[in-house]
């Protein structure tokens, strides 16, 4: 009786450090943000059509680039809020994010960016903020491999500085604690709902061998049903992503059912303890995520509810601002480097 008091306790500790991190996070990025849908109506009105007309280029050419581009929208969020500081390169004065932990050898879609920029300054130069591209170009990603459609607030700046410590403390990564992501998110003012359903962004893309060797070499078989499917998965991953180390870059889909499509076939394997990187399988195997277990169960069962709240989450995602470059921002001319 007394250890099961004493385990009901535990947990409590954690819970109100998180609502305190919550609500100083809340705080942080609490105003909303001045962003409406006819931002650029009377000074660019075709931004959306050019964005999605490059889009489908570049997804048509490679569907990879979708899931490119929505990660990188979610790096950019996560450090000082959506103001394009990911995608600055590193000068002799600044110190971009591009080297950070989670993003060095992975993040990419970069040239996606300056191709969309360098036809929307053609059109309408010194007008759209690379923050705001990035996003309606997450969204577009998204739509163009099955996802949902949401309408996207735009108005951001451009931030004029970046920060590699932010991008190593702000940006969870795949061996974190179910516990510390969960943090991470209630920081940026995001909840467990938000976290679990932007989490299916996992859908598509790939990951390297170095985020999954730990999860295929250890718990892959104790959380994982076992069926000849997932046995065979198993063994092809292993294959790929050696126990001994090497092949580090070596990349598999994180949803090997259907990889190249926005569905909800991510929460399944997270049902199957499929589940290709830990952060993501914890969201369902884990003892302390009973909350976000039962929402991998309903985005599971209810693809519906998954692409509304996936959609509504992205708005709220793209809605972190970062308050100082509302004052001090600009319109960069090129993504990668400050104005002169
Ligand atoms: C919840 C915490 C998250 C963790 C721990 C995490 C971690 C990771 C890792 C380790 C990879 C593979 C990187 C590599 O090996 O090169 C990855 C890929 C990816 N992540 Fe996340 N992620 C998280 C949340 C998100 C969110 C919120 C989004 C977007 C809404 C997102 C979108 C993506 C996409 C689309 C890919 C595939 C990129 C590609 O194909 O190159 N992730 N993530």
Known sequence: MAFSLQESKLPMLPFSVLIIISILGRSLHASDPPLTLDHYAPTCPSVFEIVKKEMECEVRSDPRNAALIVRLHFHDCFVQGCDGSVLLDDTITLQGEKKASASINSLGG?????????????E?????????????AARDAVLL??????DVPVGRKDS???????AESNIPRADESL??????????????TDLVALS??????SARCASFRARIYRDFETTSDRSPASETHLSSLKSRCPASGGGDNN??????????????????????????LNSDQEL??????????NLVVKYAHDPVAFFQRFSYSMVKMGNITNPHSFVNGEIRTDCRFVNA
């Not at 970069?110 to 053609?122: A, G, L, N, P, T």
């Not at 491999?145 to 949401?150: A, D, S």
């Not at 299916?200 to 893309?205: K, P, R, S, V």
Request: charge should be negative; proline fraction near 3%; hydrophobic fraction near 40%.
């Open 200 to 205: 299916g962004a996992h859908t598509i893309g």
């Open 160 to 166: 004029k500085t970046a920060s590699l410590e932010l």
């Open 124 to 136: 309408c130069p010194g007008i759209v903020s690379c923050a705001d591209i990035l996003t309606i």
């Open 179 to 192: 516990l510390s992501i969960i943090t991470k998110f209630l920081y940026q003012g995001l909840s467990v």
């Open 284 to 293: 369902y195997s884990s003892m302390l995520g009973l909350e976000t277990k």
């Open 251 to 276: 990349i598999s889909a994180m949803d090997y059912v259907t990889p190249n499509l926005f569905d909800n076939s991510f929460y399944h394997l997270l049902l199957k303890g499929d589940g290709l």
């Open 145 to 150: 491999v099955g996802g949902p459609y949401w």
């Open 110 to 122: 970069f040239q996606i960016i300056d191709r969309i920029k360098s036809k929307i300054e053609s």
